[in-house]
T-cell receptor, first 114, second 117 residues
Framework: KAGVTQTPRYLIKTRGQQVTLSCSPI?????VSWYQQTPGQGLQFLFE???????NKGNFPGRFSGRQFSNSRSEMNVSTLELGDSALYLC?????????????FGNGTRLTVT | AQTVTQSQPEMSVQEAETVTLSCTYD???????LFWYKQPPSRQMILVIR??????QNATENRFSVNFQKAAKSFSLKISDSQLGDTAMYFC??????????????FGTGTRLQVTL
């Protein structure tokens, strides 16, 4: 069974641009959640999608948005990029999005904003 | 809100020895999960072990075991017979069993573990 796939692995953008990151969950998983990892703030929860609906959201500005498609694939979008958005963005999927369902993480997308 | 604290930024252990990583947390909830995740240089977060708060018995997974002290809000990870492949960042994490916060993990700052020959 293929794991969680995130594309691209690396991305370099300029301040003010926007970016879209993609996450393909494990087959059959309906929940996808996103995390931001930075040296200063550590790992922080961005949001979670389940059956195409955002079910939970962390404390990030509205520039961070996401969506989930009918095949459970998810995209995350960051508009008007700032230098502080440079981070590793991790996606995780789970079967049912319940606490009993373990999270499976991808290898992340490393975003650098210059 | 929950907080998770890992007070050891870095640790080192010799191959075949035992090492314990510390984690404390703060929550007003009574029903939750605690996790240890490992992040090697490949960047993928890998689940090492999981503990359900309502279970008194400490979880074990092969060479990995936890010491869960609910009253003290302490959740340490013991790695026995350390191997070079155990070299990684280790994160302690909390998840509420409230389904409204499903998949929302609160992580500690991590402990970098180096296993040496």
């Amino acid at each position: 069974k293929a794991g969680v796939t995130q594309t691209p692995r690396y991305l370099i953008k300029t301040r003010g641009q926007q970016v879209t990151l993609s996450c393909s969950p494990i087959s059959g998983h309906r929940s996808v959640s996103w995390y931001q990892q930075t040296p200063g703030q550590g790992l922080q929860f961005l949001f979670e999608y389940f059956s195409e609906t955002q079910r939970n959201k962390g404390n990030f500005p509205g520039r961070f948005s996401g969506r989930q498609f009918s095949n459970s694939r998810s995209e995350m979008n960051v508009s008007t990029l700032e230098l502080g958005d440079s981070a590793l963005y991790l996606c995780a999927s789970s079967l049912a999005g319940q606490p009993d369902s373990p999270l499976h993480f991808g290898n992340g997308t490393r975003l650098t904003v210059t | 809100a929950q907080t998770v604290t890992q007070s050891q930024p870095e640790m080192s252990v010799q191959e075949a020895e035992t090492v314990t990583l510390s984690c404390t947390y703060d929550t007003s909830e009574n029903n939750y999960y605690l996790f240890w995740y490992k992040q090697p240089p490949s960047r993928q977060m890998i689940l090492v072990i999981r503990q359900e708060a309502y279970k008194q018995q400490n979880a074990t997974e092969n060479r990995f075991s936890v010491n869960f002290q609910k009253a003290a809000k302490s959740f340490s990870l013991k790695i026995s017979d350390s191997q070079l492949g155990d070299t990684a960042m280790y994160f302690c994490a909390f998840m509420s069993r409230n389904t409204g916060t499903a998949s929302k993990l609160t992580f500690g700052t991590g402990t970098r573990l180096q296993v040496t020959l």
